[in-house]
């Protein structure tokens, strides 16, 4: 799951757009690179998080920057309004 995008199901942040940055047997790391930044992910639940299926968006989690994953969320939410 690594290097995804996902919504938040669940919580305070509900509909939130997040990377997953880390996975583990229950939880998952996500950041969205301006509140959650790499130096502070968010612990979610897996249960509380819906994978964002398109092909080829699996983003190379080794080398981004908070810019480049707000970048990255910024051109999918465009890209969901603009199909609206």
Excluded at 6 to 13: E, F, I, N, Q
Excluded at 49 to 69: A, F, Y
Excluded at 76 to 81: Q, V
């Amino acid at each position: 799951m690594n290097g995804l995008l996902a919504y938040s199901l669940a919580g305070h942040d509900k509909g939130e757009v997040y990377l997953i940055i880390e996975e583990t047997k229950d939880f998952v790391y996500v950041v969205d690179g301006a509140v959650r930044t790499l130096g502070r992910p968010k612990k979610k639940n897996k249960k509380h998080m819906q994978i964002i299926k398109k092909e080829n968006q699996r983003i190379d989690i080794s080398s981004v920057t908070n810019e480049e994953i707000r970048h990255i969320i910024k051109l999918y939410l465009k890209g969901i309004k603009e199909v609206k």
